[in-house]
Structures are given as structure tokens and as C-alpha cells.
């Protein structure tokens, strides 16, 4: 992919007929997720993978350690 990588949760290809493709890209460590399909991401985004990784973050891991 080219480009700016934005950091977040964002979702592509939503309109009728299309596979939608939910993208999850974590600013601090890198930690990149994608899904594809209807339910998937819909099951994704109801999940809150920004909240979920939180907790999983090598970078919080570190910065906990160093505090």
C-alpha cells in the first residue's frame, strides 16, 4: 500500500455490492490488523480493537516498566 498510513481504526469499500475491509493501525507500536467481510467487520468494530489493544500495547508495556 502507498501513501500516508493514518493511525486508528478505519473502514473501506462500504458501498453495495462492495467487501467492506476494516483496517486497525496502532501509532505507538505499529501493531497493524485487517479484516474483511460483513459480519467480520461489523463484529470488529463492535469489538473496539483501539480499546482491546490498549491493554496488549508493547509501548504501554514499556512505559510502564520505566515509570
Not at 505499529?30 to 467481510?37: D, K, M, S
Not at 483501539?50 to 509501548?59: G, L, N, Q, T
Request: charged share 20%; hydrophobic share 35%.
Amino acid at each position: 500500500m502507498t501513501g500516508p498510513w493514518l493511525s486508528g481504526l478505519h473502514v473501506h469499500r462500504t458501498q453495495r455490492g462492495q467487501t467492506p475491509i476494516a483496517d486497525f493501525l496502532c501509532a505507538r507500536c505499529g501493531h497493524h490488523e485487517r479484516v474483511t467481510g460483513r459480519r467480520r467487520v461489523e463484529d470488529f468494530v463492535r469489538a473496539n480493537p483501539r480499546i482491546d489493544h490498549r491493554a496488549a500495547c508493547p509501548a504501554n508495556q514499556q512505559g510502564a516498566q520505566a515509570a
